[in-house]
T-cell receptor, first 108, second 114 residues
Framework: RKEVEQDPGPFNVPEGATVAFNCTYS??????FFWYRQDCRKEPKLLMS???SGNEDGRFTAQLNRASQYISLLIRDSKLSDSATYLC?????????FGSGTQLTVLP | GAGVSQSPRYKVAKRGQDVALRCDPI?????LFWYQQALGQGPEFLTY????????KSGLPSDRFFAERPEGSVSTLKIQRTQQEDSAVYLC????????????FGSGTRLTVV
């Protein structure tokens, strides 16, 4: 079983749609949680950190449920430029552990 | 520098050849990581340096893989006797904070072994 599991998609949604990604992690000692975005043939870039209280950054909302070991990302009013792979990332100790990513394509 | 710089950007190696991949982290960053990303997968941890000390090499897939950071800045990942399964993107990341996330990644080196 992978340490961080995500639905690989692909998710194809029309512009303006709301889309949600889910992720589960296996290590209950995990300390920090993130969503990274990776464009095709580019490096991963930090999208946002995820906190237990939930946090929002513009159209993006992230939630963490430590009891269920579950992380989510909600994108509202999706734009063409949101098309990318979204990586769920968990940190315990020093290293980051990545999920395989969920591919999103926003269609005009 | 302004970001994490990796070279070469692309490398084609014949099976059995040795390769060396370079990472130039953001100046002053203490933590440096190497990751391997296969097509369609997320990055997989290879090794971690804190300054010049290699504190974790548990992710290196075999003894053909070797990494160093002798002066605590530039790092080199060396792969000896490359095999086809070594074909992947090798990503370097650095951070100024020990033990926390939010790392900055370089653009990676795409290695193809033929």
């Amino acid at each position: 079983r992978k340490e961080v599991e995500q639905d690989p998609g692909p998710f194809n949604v029309p512009e303006g749609a709301t889309v949600a990604f889910n992720c589960t992690y296996s290590n209950s000692a995990s300390q920090s949680f993130f969503w990274y975005r990776q464009d095709c043939r580019k490096e991963p870039k930090l999208l946002m950190s995820v906190y237990s209280s939930g946090n929002e950054d513009g159209r993006f909302t992230a939630q963490l449920n430590r009891a269920s070991q579950y992380i989510s990302l909600l994108i509202r009013d999706s734009k063409l430029s949101d098309s990318a792979t979204y990586l769920c990332v968990v940190n315990w100790g020093r290293q980051l552990t990545f999920g395989s990513g969920t591919q999103l394509t926003v269609l005009p | 520098g302004a970001g994490v710089s990796q070279s070469p950007r692309y490398k084609v190696a014949k099976r059995g050849q040795d390769v060396a991949l370079r990472c130039d982290p953001i100046s002053g960053h203490v933590s440096l990581f190497w990751y391997q990303q296969a097509l369609g997968q997320g990055p997989e941890f290879l090794t971690y340096f804190q300054n010049e000390a290699q504190l974790d090499k548990s992710g290196l897939p075999s003894d053909r893989f070797f990494a160093e950071r002798p002066e605590g800045s530039v790092s080199t990942l060396k792969i000896q006797r490359t095999q086809q399964e070594d074909s992947a993107v090798y990503l370097c990341a650095s951070s100024s904070r020990v033990g926390e996330g939010g790392y900055t990644f370089g653009s990676g080196t795409r290695l193809t072994v033929v």
